[in-house]
């Protein structure tokens, strides 16, 4: 995600790093040549029909409330992300609390806390689709991402230790439950996070936005042929700037795990986990992660 200062007077006209205007620029240019070209008929060749302005207002003003509608949809889906990821920071915290008081075998110890270490990184990357790294592996994640599901493998191992400890007497009754109970939580976050990337936004919300913006703004000269004249290409211009960057915006809010100016940070998450499990493991704890270019990833 940006992380950057409020935006100056040079950052708003010209900064491009988390802006969606270079994916939106061929259909700015697009209608605004389209535009150009309706002037210059209407103006040298043939006169062409002016549509109403008031009619085409209540059109526009119906669209930006079906775009805001749909941003606010997004939104929450990106927010309820942010929430599930800090949900998941909080369980590593307090689980390597609750090992530290009822685990008192070190080795078993850092065994539970590296696997859930391993486990928020093997989370990250189920949910970006990509490859095991060098983050996830440093903790154990190597041997965890040939199981089907990674992050299930990961928390059944901490599972796994936790009942060996019960086994040979290490860890009490009262202690497994907390830490089961502790497992769960996490297994709640990390299913919330699934549901999100599996269900995204229905289909037909994309497809009607996109079509009933194109249609807008194809007939949108027409109206601004008459009053606007050779203004009206600038102006379509701007009406297609805020019209499709407002739906790219919400493209990439309703997908909250990519790796986008809008995406959730989830590598800065992880290294917060491992900044607070480090000193239990008798590790130094690594620097938080930084931005780069403005961007957090």
């Not at 409020?6 to 950052?11: D, R, T």
């Not at 389209?34 to 008929?41: C, D, F, K, P, T």
């Not at 002016?50 to 939104?75: P, Q």
């Amino acid at each position: 995600m940006i992380v950057r200062d409020k935006p100056g007077l040079w950052s708003l006209l010209f900064a491009m790093r988390g802006s969606v205007l270079p994916k939106i620029l061929p259909h700015m240019l697009g209608f605004a040549a389209y535009s150009a070209i309706l002037v210059a008929v209407d103006h040298l060749v043939y006169p062409l029909p002016h549509l109403d302005g008031a009619a085409f207002t209540v059109f526009g003003i119906a669209l930006s409330l079906f775009l805001g509608f749909r941003n606010n949809a997004a939104y929450d889906r990106w927010w309820e992300a942010r929430k599930l990821w800090g949900g998941l920071l909080a369980d590593i915290r307090s689980l390597t609390r609750e090992a530290d008081i009822s685990v008192p075998d070190p080795g078993a110890r850092a065994r539970i806390l590296r696997l859930a270490l391993a486990f928020a990184h093997l989370h990250r990357l189920n949910l970006r689709r990509l490859p095991l790294d060098e983050a996830a592996a440093n903790w154990g994640g190597a041997a965890l991402s040939r199981a089907p599901h990674p992050p299930c493998a990961a928390l059944d191992a901490i599972g796994a230790e936790v009942a060996r400890g019960v086994r040979e007497g290490t860890i009490d009754g009262f202690g497994a439950r907390t830490l089961a109970t502790r497992l769960g939580t996490m297994a709640l976050n990390q299913a919330g996070c699934e549901r999100i990337l599996s269900t995204p936004l229905p289909y037909v919300y994309s497809l009607l936005i996109f079509r009933t913006v194109y249609v807008y703004c194809l007939l949108l000269p027409l109206v601004l042929v008459g009053p606007a004249g050779w203004v009206a290409p600038l102006l379509s211009a701007m009406v297609a700037y805020v019209f499709f960057g407002l739906a790219e915006v919400t493209e990439e809010l309703a997908h909250p795990f990519t790796i986008t100016g809008n995406g959730l940070p989830l590598d800065a998450i992880c290294r917060a986990a491992e900044i607070a499990v480090s000193p239990h493991l008798g590790e130094p704890a690594p620097a938080p992660l930084a931005p780069v270019n403005y961007f957090l990833g």
